[in-house]
């Protein structure tokens, strides 16, 4: 039973447009959410990380919304570029594990 | 990029094989963990350890074994391969557990048991 739900599993977006990632979780006790990229052949590297007590977080093009009440948070890539295609996962930990989202494969099309 | 070294990169081996992994790291980090990564899944976390020989399970740690005899190495072994152990297997590492400290990965193990 995944403790994180991810959505979508893959999405198509042209050079310029915004990304929009997101997740769901039921664990209260969660404390941490990372979000994590990876290309082929890598590990996930982390990419940007929110506490809950913090309903936005934005780093460059990436931007992380929670939404604490509703138990969700999202990933938003502005001004998408091809460089950005990789598969994001969500995280969630708690005492240090983290639990992982499925995953989304961005492609970002020229 | 953390040091984190893990070998092999690639293994194909058979069937009730026993196997292990090493992952080696330069941070001198007090936590290490091994995930699996399979389609759909995402990541799931098999065993972590929070010092010399101190570890525990994970949530998929049914046939895989740890140890940790150094702070820099983290062995994860399978003692009887199955077809389901094919995966790709990736270790972490942390400074601490709580407060904003990311895990930071190596570049996995691609796993293949026939």
């Known amino acids: 039973q995944q403790q994180v739900k991810q959505s979508p599993q893959s999405l198509i977006v042209q050079k310029g447009g915004i990304s929009i990632i997101n997740c769901a979780y039921e664990?209260?006790?969660?404390?941490?959410f990372p979000w994590y990229q990876q290309f082929p052949g890598k590990g996930p590297a982390l990419l940007i990380a929110i506490r809950p007590d913090v309903s936005e977080k934005k780093e460059g093009r990436f931007t992380i919304s929670f939404n604490k009440s509703a138990k969700q948070f999202s990933l938003h890539i502005m001004d998408s570029q091809p460089g950005d295609s990789a598969t994001y996962f969500c995280a969630a930990r708690e005492w240090g594990k983290l639990q992982f989202g499925a995953g989304t494969q961005v492609v970002v099309t020229p | 990029d953390a040091g984190i070294t893990q070998s092999p990169r690639h293994k194909v081996t058979e069937t009730g094989t026993p196997v292990t992994l090493r992952c080696h790291q330069t941070e001198n980090h007090r936590y290490m963990y091994w995930y699996r990564q399979d389609p759909g899944h995402g990541l799931r976390l098999i065993h972590y350890s929070y010092g010399v020989k101190d570890t525990d399970k994970g949530e998929v740690s049914d046939g895989y074994s740890v140890s940790r005899s150094k702070t820099e190495d983290f062995l994860l072994t399978l003692e009887s391969a199955t077809s389901s152990q094919t995966s790709v297997y990736f270790c972490?590492?942390?400074?601490?557990?709580?407060?904003?400290?990311?895990?930071?990965f190596g570049d996995g193990t691609r796993l293949s048991i026939l």
């Open positions: 664990n209260t006790a969660f404390d941490y």
């Open positions: 972490a590492i942390s400074d601490t557990r709580g407060s904003n400290q990311p895990q930071h």
